[in-house]
């Protein structure tokens, strides 16, 4: 079977490298990939949002599955593209409907879902700047801290947390007359603060059955003990402890049979990963967002827990045996640590020479923001590389990512070293 892999984060390095371990796979080709994903795979100059480009590449080349690694060509309705297109429909696309991505595409869109099938999540109203007056009265009501959501895309920087009622009324008349993050908060979305601690949830369904992937947390904040600026994550853990079978049986019954029955319920066609980003508020989840595919730097930490061929279950995907293919997860612990560029995630310079690549051990190196220069992998984005391990506990696997990091070289590196310390003094 010859796979396209759409993406060129940590993520799709992750995915194609399971895909291409499996014996069902001819060939992988990935666009338009990076340093790492050329060791597993082709790489291809496509932009993943290029549609005609894509549909061209996949007759050329007898594509037989399309893996969508982001959200923007969901969002943009490529399996709807594919499915319209008498010559793609052969070729499987793992990704839901434009509809189906809505999930994410839109916050209003998924609080209202959540709303009529009665899943868990903050009580919410939406705002425009047609009514910002109400908004203003609808955030007297809450207590601090406020959370202020743009209802579009906004490259994982349009949720703001206000400790301040006047300063989250400025932000949100920035947001709605003054468009803060462009498009995306022409309509805001302002929420009931959850108290409690956070983790993700994956699902891969068919629209039908589901398999239920390993829970992560991952660590947004780009200082130590969380503090400073929000990034895209630096670093993961995977299983979380809290998460014990009895919290992950509320979360499949309240949570994720709900969202594929509601999904089946409004005929909405869903072929691919669910990302369930949730709050564990004393022991009950409660729904933060939905996302339409996996994580990053999540993924680089669920996908090399999961024993099963991942072809295959795509394979069932395509085929309607989904439901009857078995699933197996590895039961040691993975920790995932992110090197960054110096200055990310603010102003940071790309092209910065990477060494020590082959010096590590006891582990994965999932390239993230690199690229070839002659000989030589250089920086090409402000989170670089993600780098996981194995162990039989988090504080195993984390000293085994950590040693990895001090092995690699980069002018300007960062990382955060205290990935998965909260989870330990938990367990203590």
């Known amino acids: ?43 291809v100059d496509i932009n993943v949002t290029d549609f005609e480009a894509i549909k061209k590449f996949v007759i050329e080349k007898s594509i037989e599955m399309v893996v969508v690694g982001p959200e923007d060509p969901l969002v943009l309705g490529i399996y709807d593209f594919f499915q319209q297109d008498k010559d793609l429909k052969e070729a499987c696309l793992i990704g839901p ?12 869109f998924s609080k209202q879902f959540m709303e ?68 995306a908060s022409d309509k805001v979305v302002i929420e009931e ?33 969380d503090k400073g600026l929000n990034t895209g994550g630096m670093g993961a853990i995977s299983p979380v402890p809290f998460a ?29 990963f669910i990302f369930i980003g ?49 699933f197996y997860v590895d039961q040691d612990f993975a920790a995932t640590v992110m090197l960054v560029s110096g200055g990310y995630p603010e102003a940071y310079q790309k092209g910065k020479v990477i060494s020590g690549l082959d010096n590590v051990e006891n582990g994965m190196v999932f390239h993230a923001g690199t690229k070839d220069d002659g000989d030589q992998i250089v920086t090409n984005g402000g989170r670089v590389l993600a780098l996981t391990s194995f162990g039989r506990d988090i504080e195993d696997a984390t000293s085994k990512a950590f040693a990895n990091a001090e092995k690699i070289e980069s002018e300007g590196k960062n990382y955060r070293k205290d990935i998965g310390l909260d989870l330990l003094k938990q367990e203590a």
Not at 97 to 108: F, I, R, Y
Not at 170 to 180: A, D, G, V
Not at 193 to 215: Q, R
């Open 278 to 326: 949730l709050m564990n508020v004393k022991g009950d989840p409660f729904v933060i967002e939905y996302n339409v595919r996996m994580g990053d730097p999540e993924t680089e930490v669920v996908i090399p827990r999961i024993k099963s061929d991942l072809l295959n279950l795509f394979k069932g995907i395509a085929d309607g045996t989904f439901g009857e293919k078995d």
């Open 1 to 43: 079977m010859n796979v396209l892999v759409l993406g060129s984060g940590g993520r799709e390095h992750a995915l194609s490298w399971k895909i291409a371990q499996s014996s069902m796979c001819e060939k992988i080709f990935i666009a338009p990939g990076n340093s790492g994903t050329k060791l597993v795979g082709e790489n």
């Open 116 to 183: 009529k099938h009665s899943i868990p999540t903050a009580k919410y109203q939406s705002f425009t700047k047609t009514n910002l007056e109400h908004g203003y009265a609808f955030l007297e009501t809450l207590s601090p801290p406020y959370v202020l959501k743009a209802d579009g895309l906004a490259a994982g920087k349009g949720v703001l947390i206000l400790d301040d009622l006047n300063e989250a009324k400025k932000e949100l008349k920035l947001m709605l007359t003054q468009s803060k993050f462009g498009a």
């Open 244 to 272: 014990d079978k009895f919290f992950l049986e509320k979360v499949e019954d309240r949570i994720i049979k709900p969202t594929i029955e509601g999904l089946k319920s409004q005929e909405i066609e869903y072929k691919g």
């Open 97 to 108: 409907s434009k509809e189906g991505a809505k999930l994410e595409g839109s916050k209003e």
């Open 193 to 225: 603060f959850l108290d409690g601690i956070e983790l993700s949830v994956f699902v891969l369904t068919d629209g039908k059955d589901y398999k239920v992937l390993p829970s992560a947390k991952d660590y947004k904040r780009i200082g130590e003990g």
